[in-house]
């Protein structure tokens, strides 16, 4: 174990491998860039693959056929590149095949894609939202557990700023858990009479009286994905909420921001709490609406035009009002890394909030 | 034409064949799958009569039987009719979206270098939906190997155009032919595959008679051994029937095989790089 001064991307690579990621695939496409970079530098003396891939579409192709060995495997790219991943998404998610997908977004815009996807059909996927780069290399274990678990792709979600940022972290060797996987594939069930199938389309094959009963095997799909949404523990991260007159909701970076101010703003003396969701899926809707409990309002500060805010109503659901009161961030290099990740900024915005509940 | 006409050609085929009685079954008769190959596990594979697929997926896991791969094989399905193999195979197989089997695979060969990995993807999903995926494994070198069953239409959907429609071919949406000016030029994927550094073995065969079927079989197998010497990228492309997709009788299908498709997608092996690497 070893602490060192290290930049996210860094960070994160070094998480995965540790978390016995084995195979890696990406396409060069800033934020997520770096990390594509790390895992070429640590992955091959580890005994990995780490793949330039042409493409999103062939690098989390490259990463689903890995998977389907049964290797803990890893992909990203930030919004644009995540959008042509989608479809591979959601048959990874049908075809019940554990995948970790690392999304850089750029600004906070890609939350909608993360929590509800843009792939067809009846699937959903984990999304953790580290805001600090400790909390990344936390979380990079957690992603592949969940992924193993569930049998399901699990998307991290961080930014520019998670990327970028340097922070002393615990580089733990990390020694992964085995997990058994007895629907990967190795070649060797071949003329044995029950040769395996790993499929979208369902895994039963003619033999067994089945075939591509499609039907019964997205009713199947279906009950696994209704039991991991339950299954797996939301986390948050919540502070001063008790008797809060107004609660700020954020995630990732913003959501380390927000806590900074509402820390500061208690100090002087205003009743004020934040919430931070780590989990965006599952939403940890019970400890939002707990957090809401007595509040006159909450409102959500989030580095896009209000995506989260959904989330957010659905947990409070009507017990006070919820106002967005964050915004998009953009400089002139389109990576969201602009004028509203400002504390003072986020200060005014939280009291001219608090005045105007008044 | 004519009911005459039409009796004179139906007698004109009857003539040089056997005719057998089909009110009951020939003394000697076998059911389907007592002649398949041990590695179809169940007969029914659903795909029309006088579809080529069958032959050329027969050919394909006789191949592996014969190189004792069976073990050790493991195949990326595309989507097309084709797909309802890789639930009656006795090899394991991975189902791919379309057009993404090429990289499928190559996640799975990186990580079980031994295994035999294959493909078998139509040209529907191979060309139009996955051409760069093929291009970039050949380019790779990657130690696959690609098996296309290029019937020239989307069979599945029922007939539709696609990358390697030949000029002049009736498809549902082309119904007058495919015309250059409007819909393009056919797209000759084994030349285009061959150009590229990484690809050791490309050939382009055919089912539509017995000779081509034993000529495609040792092209399978020319490709798997590519594969397991590590000589780079290895690729297959078989012409199908599809007498559906088509348009023809199912009688007619291997001619029009020959006389149409084959004109444009010329049979043979395209690139051997073995005498290469041996010297
Ligand atoms: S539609 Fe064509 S390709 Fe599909 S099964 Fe029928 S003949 Fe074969």
């Not at chain 1, 989260?308 to 969201?336: T, W, Y």
């Not at chain 2, 659903?46 to 592996?64: D, K, M, T, Y």
């Not at chain 2, 990484?198 to 594969?227: I, K, P, S, W």
């Not at chain 2, 498709?261 to 043979?268: E, P």
Request: aromatic share 6%.
């Amino acid at each position: 174990m070893s602490r060192r001064l290290v930049e996210g991307s860094e960070a994160i690579a070094h998480a995965m491998v540790g978390a016995g990621c084995r195979f890696f695939a990406g396409y060069p496409m800033t934020p997520f860039t770096e990390i594509l970079e790390r895992m070429a530098e640590l992955l091959p003396p580890a005994g990995g693959v780490c793949m330039n891939a042409e493409s999103e579409l062939e690098a989390i192709g490259m990463a689903w056929g890995a998977a389907a060995t049964g290797a803990r495997a890893a992909t990203g790219s930030t919004g644009q590149g995540l959008a042509l991943m989608q479809e591979s998404i959601s048959e990874l998610c049908t075809a019940r095949i554990p995948l970790v997908v690392i999304d850089m977004g750029r600004g906070q815009g890609d939350y909608f894609q993360a929590t509800r996807g843009g792939g067809h059909g009846d699937y959903r996927t984990p999304v953790l939202a580290p805001s600090t780069v400790a909390e990344a290399v936390d979380l990079v274990p957690v992603a592949f557990d969940l992924a193993d678990e569930w049998r399901n792709p699990v998307l991290l979600y961080g930014d520019y700023y998670l990327g970028h940022t340097s922070q002393a972290v615990e580089l733990a060797a990390a020694a992964p858990a085995s997990v058994d996987k007895p629907w990967a594939l190795d070649g060797s069930t071949g003329g044995s009479g029950r040769a395996k199938l790993l499929s979208p389309l369902g895994a039963a094959k003619q033999r067994d009286g089945v075939g591509y009963d499609l039907a019964e095997h997205l009713e199947r799909a279906g009950v696994a994905t209704r039991e991991m949404a339950t299954g797996i523990e939301p986390m948050v991260d919540r502070g001063y909420c008790d008797d809060a007159d107004l609660v700020v909701v954020a995630f990732g970076t913003i959501g380390r921001f927000v806590r900074w101010v509402v820390k500061e703003l208690r100090a002087e003396g205003h009743r004020v709490g934040y919430v931070r969701p780590i989990t965006l899926f599952p939403f940890p809707a019970e400890a939002v609406a707990a957090a809401a409990t007595g509040a006159r309002g909450v409102a959500v500060y989030e580095n896009n035009l209000g995506q989260m805010v959904d989330d957010v109503r659905l947990a409070v659901l009507g017990a006070c009002p919820v106002e967005f009161i964050g915004g998009l961030s953009m400089d002139s290099s389109g990576f969201g890394v602009g004028p509203e990740i400002d504390a003072p900024k986020i200060r005014a915005r939280i009291l001219d909030h608090l005045e105007a509940m008044a | 034409m004519t009911e005459h006409e039409h009796e004179e050609i139906e007698h004109e085929r009857i003539e040089h064949r056997v005719v057998l009685r089909t009110d009951v079954a020939p003394d000697d008769a076998t059911l389907v799958d007592d002649f398949t190959p041990e590695l179809v596990d169940v007969g029914a594979h659903h795909l029309c009569p006088g579809c080529g697929e069958p032959i050329a997926i027969r050919s394909a896991v006789e191949s592996i039987a014969e190189l004792g791969a069976i073990e050790r094989t493991i195949s990326v399905f595309g989507i097309g009719c084709y797909t309802a193999f890789s639930n009656n195979l006795d090899v394991e197989v991975l189902q791919a979206l379309h057009g993404r089997a090429p990289s499928l695979a190559t996640g799975v060969k990186r990580m079980r270098p031994d295994a035999l990995v294959l493909t078998v993807q139509g040209d529907g999903d191979m060309v139009n939906e996955g051409l760069q995926e093929v291009l970039h494994a050949a380019a790779r070198g990657e130690r696959i190997t690609c098996v296309l069953l290029n019937n020239g239409v989307f069979g599945e959907t029922g007939g539709h155009i696609t990358s390697t429609t030949v000029l002049g071919q009736r498809t549902k949406n082309t119904l007058d032919g495919r015309d250059a000016e409007r819909d393009g030029h056919p797209i000759l994927i084994s030349d285009l595959v061959a150009s590229m550094g990484g690809a050791a073995y490309v050939a382009r065969g055919a089912v539509n008679d017995a000779g081509n079927v034993a000529r495609t079989r040792r092209m399978l197998t020319a490709a798997f051994e590519c594969q397991e010497r590590g000589d780079g990228f290895s690729f297959v492309e078989i012409l199908t029937m599809c007498p559906t997709g088509w348009f023809v009788d199912t009688h007619d299908a291997p001619d029009y095989l020959a006389d149409v498709i084959a004109g444009t997608h010329q049979v043979g092996v395209v690139k051997d790089t073995r005498g290469e690497a041996a010297s």
